[in-house]
C-alpha cells in the first residue's frame, strides 16, 4: 500500500482511483473486524463492557466507509470504459459496488432500527448478514490474489534457465499455470475456514431439532402442562446471547421471590409455581440486534397477577428483575409491568422454556426489545428509585419501546 498517495494533491486519474482503492480497503477491515467481534458471542459475555463502543465505532466506520463511494461515483464510467477489455476486472468492480451498496444501505437501516417497524430491520439484517458472509470470503479473496506479495509469490522461479518442453493439451491435461493454481488454492483455503461460520449463520434460519425436553442442563419436575394444544407455530428461529454462563436449575434449587416495596412477600419453590394459574398469548419477540421471531405462544403468569397478589406499597415506582445468573438486571415502569401482555413465562410453544432461551422462566415483554425480557428469573423486587440495567448501563437506552407498539 502506498501510504503517499493519501497526501498528495495532484494525482493521474490512475493514482485516484487506487487512494480509492486503499481508502476502501482499510474501512473495510476496519468494519470486518468489529463486525466480527459484535458477532462474537465470546466477546459479547468476555467483554460486554466494550461491546457498545464497539458497536459505536463500527456504526462510524460505516458513515466514513461511504465517502470512497462517493468519490468513485464521478470516476466509474471513465474507469469502465479502461476496463472494456478486461471483463473480469469488470466484473470484479460490479461485485465489489453491489457489496458495499448492500451493506450501507442494510447498515443505515440497522442504524436507524428505532424509526422502522421491526419487520424490515429483520429484512435489513438478513441482507447485512448475507453481504457480510459472501462478501468478507469475496474481498480477502481478491485483496490476496491482487497484492505485491501473492504476484512474487506467482512468478516461476528460474523461468529464464527452465527447458521449455512441449505439453500436449486435451480435457484429461489441462495447462494450470502456476498463478492460476495458487488462486484456486487460495479458494479453496478461504473457502474452507469461511464455510463453517457461514454454515453457523445459516443455522440461525433453520428450525431447531427436537433432542429433548431438557438438552441444555435444566432438570425440572414435574413438567407442566400446557393449557391449550392450539400453537399457531412461530415464524423465525431465536439466537441465544449472554453475559456469563449460563445458570443450571433443577426442581430443587430454583425459587421465585417477589419483594422489596410490597405488603405481602411472595416466595415460590418450583412446585408450588407450576400450580399457580397460567394464561396463554399469542405475541412477537423482538430482539434489538434486529431479528424478530412472530407468532410465539407464550404461557405463564401475568406479571401484574402476581405483582396485585404482593399488593405493592404506593411508594414503589418501578419493578427490578433479577436473573438466576447473578449478574443480569433490568426494570420496568410500574404502568409497563402492569400491562396485559407482559407475563412471567414457563412454556413456549407448549413446551418447557429451554435453559439456552432463558429457561425455567423468564419475563416477556413483547412491545419492548429482549433486553428488558430478562431470562432466568428468580427474583421480582419492587424499588421506589430508577434502576438502570445491565445493557443500559453499557449505553443502551431505558427506553425500550419497539417502534409501532407503544
Known sequence: MNWKLFFKRKLRFRDKL???HHANAILFFLLSA???????????????????????AHIWIGFVSILPVLFYLPKI????????????????????????????????????????????NSVALVVHDLATWVGLPYVIFHSITRSKWFENLSKKKNEASAIQRPIEIDD????LRRRSFLKVATGVLIALISLPIIGSWLKSYFPEKNVGINPDGNNMNPIPKPSSTDIAGRTGQFRYYTVTEMPTFN?????????????????????????LQRTSQLSNFHCITGWSVYDVTWEGIPLKALLEEANVNGKAKYVKFYSGDGVYTDSLTMSEAMMDDVIVATLIDGELIKQNNGGPVRLITPKLYA???????????????????YWEQRGYEQNAWVKGLS
Open 18 to 20: 487506487v487512494r480509492i
Open 172 to 175: 484429461e491435461n489441462p495447462i
Open 251 to 275: 426442581s430443587d434449587n430454583w425459587s421465585l421471590t417477589v419483594d422489596g416495596l410490597v405488603e405481602n412477600k411472595l416466595s415460590y419453590t418450583w412446585d408450588q409455581f407450576v400450580k
Open 371 to 389: 433486553y428488558k425480557s430478562v431470562k432466568w428469573l428468580t427474583r421480582i423486587e419492587l424499588i421506589e428509585e430508577e434502576h438502570f440495567g
Open 77 to 120: 464510467l471513465k474507469h469502465l470504459r479502461t476496463l472494456r477489455r478486461k471483463q473480469n476486472h469488470r466484473l470484479n468492480v460490479y461485485a465489489v459496488l453491489t457489496i458495499l451498496g448492500l451493506l450501507i444501505v442494510s447498515g443505515l437501516m440497522l442504524t436507524f432500527y428505532r424509526q422502522l417497524p421491526p419487520i424490515v
Open 34 to 56: 468489529t463486525g466480527l467481534l459484535l458477532y462474537s458471542t465470546y466477546f459479547r459475555s468476555a467483554f460486554s463492557g466494550l461491546r457498545v463502543s464497539v458497536k459505536d
